[in-house]
């Protein structure tokens, strides 16, 4: 059937069938193609050597995109590089169906890591203070749903762990920390304060001369000091962090 250019088609109540996937924007599309890509919002960015790959967890930070990471509020991720044209061009998906991905597992939530910048893993976050930032459903494993939930911080349960000590430590949070001095003094490492609501107890447990050493993570201070100092046998200390620079004593 011939069709005069710029004529309107009557189909009579008929369907168009056999429709090939549109590739230029002007193409017409069909209802299975609609609903799997309808939905979509991206953007095209420019943004001079940004140094992505299709897949990576991305943020803006007002100024610049860059790799997300799910350890502070200030770089959780809000999209997922979808294409990269050139080291300078990418497109940004915000929600909806995206494909070209690769080795993800169909049914499977994908979390922006918290240890590696730009990366999704299905492995959830756990270590409190950092985030759960789901931001990937995956249909096969190069497809999948860019979904725009709202992160959620993880909070601290309150777990403690009982660690004995005779020499130089870093403590990690949750430690009560048992020193036993009986050999020479013993430095005990802060972790940063900026991890907030971190807990640490330190506690001297042995008789003798030399002292435990409470020593803060870079310029962090403990109630104001640099150090403090546990002299005496059963003498403890109990400190928390404010999320900043500080560790109070309680």
């Not at 002007?26 to 939905?39: E, F, I, L, M």
């Not at 169909?106 to 789901?134: I, R």
Request: proline share 2%; no cysteine; net charge negative.
């Amino acid at each position: 059937m011939a069709i005069p250019v710029g004529s309107q088609i009557d189909m009579g109540s008929q369907k168009i069938v056999s429709l090939l996937d549109p590739t230029s924007a002007q193409d017409a599309a069909t209802k299975n193609y609609v609903d799997s890509h309808g939905a979509n919002s991206t953007e095209a960015i420019t943004q001079t050597t940004h140094g992505f790959s299709v897949g990576n967890a991305i943020y803006y930070s007002g100024l610049a995109w860059a790799k997300a990471k799910a350890d502070s509020a200030d770089t959780l991720g809000i999209g997922v590089v979808g294409a990269v044209a050139d080291v300078n061009n990418f497109t940004v998906y915000y929600s909806g169906y995206i494909t070209g991905l690769s080795g993800l597992t169909a049914g499977q939530y994908y979390f922006v890591s918290d240890s590696s910048a730009g990366v999704l893993t299905a492995t959830e976050p756990t270590t409190a203070n950092n985030f759960s930032n789901p931001l990937l459903f995956a249909l096969t494993t190069t497809t999948g749903i860019v979904l725009p939930f709202r992160p959620s911080q993880i909070e601290s349960v309150g777990a403690r762990q009982i660690v004995n000590k005779a020499i130089n430590y870093t403590a990690l949070s949750g430690d009560i920390i048992l020193v036993d001095t009986t050999s020479g003094d013993v430095t005990i490492t802060l972790l940063a304060a900026s991890s907030i609501g971190s807990f640490v107890t330190v506690k001297k447990t042995s008789s003798d001369a030399h002292n435990v050493i409470i020593s803060r993570a870079g310029s962090d201070t403990i109630d104001g000091q640099t150090t403090q100092l546990l002299t005496t046998q059963y003498e403890s200390i109990d400190m928390v962090a404010d999320g900043s620079t500080h560790w109070e004593i309680v």
